[in-house]
């Protein structure tokens, strides 16, 4: 049988992040370590702008820590980029030594975990996890370009312009520790509609979060916050009723990093924000400063990622999903 | 300073491979586990094909193992598709807890390392690494589709059609050792053209040899075989050149596993070999049960890889590159 639960023995010793302007508007705004007033940061085209972001989140989070490049061992890092070009191109210049990642939106848990094991073990002893993504960069690769003005469905979500970056050291280098993590499994329910991620991730999540309550032996009340990464309203509303049949009930101690992001009512965003900034900014720029300060303990997180590419959907095929787990513990 | 060499203690337990036509009549050819006369693998696309090579190399490997899914605790897996489509369909029904990995033709030595890493520490038994890649979805993703029939240049390389598992246990559970691994640094000297990738990726691989070689002390003569994932001929002999002037004249102990793959005099594919799955694919037909019959004791093996996009090229940005290194030993 297969091992699930890993053991983890690590903490954060700084976070940075950098958003953009409609997400610098929502409910978490003020939070954010850095913004930008045209999404351009600067640059000439979106995917440069998002490797900016990259650029910008993990210098702050090396400030913040007093840190330079040389004394970081490794990145983990990934995007939602075709070749996974906006981390490539970011971190060009640190000289860090790189693991490329590719999780789809699940990929700041799959950093945030390969960082802390390498921590736990003292393969390294800091190590970055970072990721982005950016609402127009993604938009023209995966939909149509914004340009073009496509509707959208009221399950669609609206993809995050940002990027978190996470600095992990061993279990005495922060105030909140890593405690756990377990990797998903790719699963496919057979949803081929590329505006309803939720609905496509949520079994995937269900997955994850099933195997994990099962072997560590507790259940939805044993935790602060239960959080996932950008199911959204949808995503999120189909877990719980998931969830629900298998015997876990989902309190008001879950919520969605899609469902923080964005005021549903007034920024037209519907189901709620998506991508690989969205879980990243959301749990460095808000969860884990609430750990930080004592109003939140211990928190289950379950990042999400659908993993499939616009070819595979042009040609039939459906939406394999995965959800990675990452348990935190503030003292 | 941070941390270069990570000392490693694990092993091959086995290996799988699937090669398409062209592969089956290179000089490797009856080497590989199965091949495909048409390279479809009895798929109506391209991209479906790669997956399947994905999925035939991963169960090859367990039965050589006689081992089944449920042994086995993690995949790292990746190819060169948009979103690393290959591996996510390819691996799909497998079940296993499944980490994404991104590094270009670099992804096998990403994942040797990675799977090496937690069999070495004991946070995995049993782990497989996967790659792919497959001329005919890689051609129309990255440069025209074969059908154009577009003109290649001499210093254009031939995307292999192939995929390698590496099932890894530890250092107790096979003849062929992982002893040390060192990931590569994004470097990127400048080089934009899509046609030559040895020559953009060549900087990358000089600059993880020469910090291996620093702070191993040794030299190249220290290993019976000297190997680089895809470079090719032309960025193998730009890689002698720069070595030499650094200090390391490479012997007839270095060669390159896009060398190894074709027969250029009548095979047409001019620079050689490159992909994903070219340095799987030697590595598991060729370099490994070599080790293990003992004809080869030491191999220092730098996968290559070039981290553009074909975006990022069409905006005018030189192509990153990266080399992963891992060292293999037999008794």
Redesign the interface.
């Known amino acids: 049988?297969?091992?699930?639960i890993?053991k983890l023995n690590a903490s954060f010793i700084s976070t940075g992040n950098a958003v953009g302007k409609k997400e610098f508007e929502g409910p978490l705004g003020e939070r954010f370590d850095i913004h930008d007033t045209d999404d351009r940061f600067g640059k000439n085209?979106w995917?440069?702008a998002e490797s900016e972001m990259q650029r910008l989140a993990l210098n702050i989070a090396l400030k913040k820590a007093n840190l330079a490049f040389?004394?970081?061992?490794?990145i983990f890092a990934?995007d939602?980029?075709?070749?996974?070009?906006g981390s490539?191109?970011g971190?060009?210049g640190c000289?860090?030594?790189?693991?490329?990642?590719?999780?789809?939106c699940s990929t700041a848990g799959?950093g945030i975990m390969?960082a802390s094991?390498?921590a736990t073990?003292k393969?390294?002893?800091r190590v970055v996890a970072v990721t982005s993504s950016h609402n127009c960069s993604a938009e023209r690769q995966f939909r149509t370009p914004i340009e073009y003005g496509g509707q959208r469905t009221p399950t669609s979500q609206w993809t995050v312009t940002g990027s978190g970056a996470f600095l992990i050291g061993d279990s005495d280098a922060g105030k909140v520790k890593i405690k756990a993590g377990?990797?998903?499994?790719?699963?496919?329910k057979g949803v081929n509609d590329a505006n309803n991620m939720g609905a496509a991730m949520a079994p995937a999540i269900c997955d994850t979060f099933l195997r994990y309550f099962k072997e560590s032996g507790t259940d939805p009340n044993d935790y602060d916050l239960i959080i996932t990464g950008d199911l959204g309203y949808e995503g999120a509303s189909i877990l719980r009723d998931i969830m629900k049949i298998e015997g876990h009930t989902f309190g008001d101690n879950y919520t969605d990093c899609g469902i923080l992001m964005f005021d549903q009512a007034t920024q037209d965003t519907h189901a709620g924000g998506s991508g690989c900034g969205c879980s990243a900014t959301v749990l460095s720029a808000y969860v884990l400063p609430e750990m930080e300060k004592g109003n939140i303990k211990r928190t289950l997180f379950v990042a999400s990622g659908a993993?499939?590419?616009?070819?595979?959907i042009k040609?039939g095929?459906s939406i394999?999903a995965?959800g990675h787990l990452v348990l935190f513990e503030a003292e």
């Open positions: 049988m297969s091992k699930g890993i085209t995917e440069k040389e004394d970081i061992d490794a990934g939602l980029l075709n070749q996974c070009a490539s191109y971190l060009l000289m860090i030594p790189y693991f490329g990642i590719y999780g789809a799959e390969l094991i390498m073990h393969i390294f002893d377990m990797p998903g499994r790719v699963i496919d993993m499939m590419s616009p070819d595979s040609q095929e394999p995965i």
